[in-house]
């Protein structure tokens, strides 16, 4: 299977309610990135969390990572309609030169 | 935020003409960019590894022939699908890294490809 699977494939949640996303990887990264993609369009830079980090917060975004178990979970908290999108984990491994190896993304339904 | 602008946003070509995709980064410079292709409903797939003067790096199974990258400038990467075929209709994202000390990559829109 491939590096970076989401899971659940896909969500659907009430307005208000929380929302969490799962990534589970295979090889040991530098750095763990999630990403947020309308339909059609491109991608945006939600939150990047290291190797050497166990949690990290950004407004209503909470990560976790847990190299132990090569995973990471995406709690998105009191969700919003606009919240409606395809999220992707992606691993960065390497040089300098960072490549990211995405999941398959889980599309997020939040109904209002 | 890092700004990263494709063009153009959507195109639509005639199987067997070459069509160009522009990956521009307004307001830095790059030294790196990657080119993703996506197809409906499915994950980013890394094609190429665009380096600001000198060779792109493929991915394993990309054809080099077929898809052309020129990162002739620090702010500019082109991908040159050559021969299209309804095949590579796809979507076609750039991203680029604002410098080495980061890890975060900005994204451009994608440019959408249909070859009929």
């Known amino acids: 299977s491939q590096q970076g699977e989401e899971d659940p494939q896909a969500l659907s949640i009430q307005e208000g309610e929380n929302a969490t996303m799962n990534c589970s990887y295979k090889?040991?990264?530098?750095?763990l990135q999630w990403y947020r993609q309308n339909s059609g369009r491109g991608l945006v830079h939600l939150i990047l969390?290291?190797?050497?980090?166990r949690e990290k917060h950004s407004g209503r975004l909470r990560v976790t990572l847990d190299t132990s178990k090569k995973s990471s979970s995406l709690l998105i908290t009191a969700s919003r309609a606009a919240d409606t999108a395809s999220y992707f984990c992606?691993?960065?491994?390497?040089?300098?030169?960072?490549?990211?190896?995405f999941g398959k993304g889980t599309l997020l339904t939040v109904n209002p | 935020g890092a700004v990263v602008s494709q063009h153009p946003s959507r195109v639509i070509c005639k199987s067997g003409t070459s069509v160009k995709i522009e990956c521009r980064s307004l307001?830095?410079?790059?030294?790196?960019m990657f080119w993703y292709r996506q197809f409906p409903k499915k994950s980013l797939m890394l094609m190429a590894t665009?380096?600001?003067?000198?060779?792109?790096?493929?991915e394993q199974g990309v054809e080099k022939d077929k898809f052309l990258i020129n990162h002739a400038s620090l702010t500019l990467s082109t991908l040159t699908v050559t021969s299209a075929h309804p095949e590579d209709s796809s979507f076609y994202i750039c991203?680029?890294?604002?410098?080495?000390?980061?890890?975060?990559?900005?994204f451009g829109p994608g440019t959408r490809l249909t070859v009929l």
């Open positions: 665009s380096n600001e003067g000198s060779k792109a790096t493929y």
């Open positions: 090889t040991s990264i530098n750095n």
């Open positions: 307001d830095f410079q790059a030294t790196t």
């Open positions: 969390i290291r190797s050497n980090e």
């Open positions: 992606a691993t960065g491994s390497g040089g300098s030169n960072y490549k990211l190896t």
């Open positions: 991203s680029a890294n604002r410098d080495s000390r980061t890890d975060t990559q900005y």
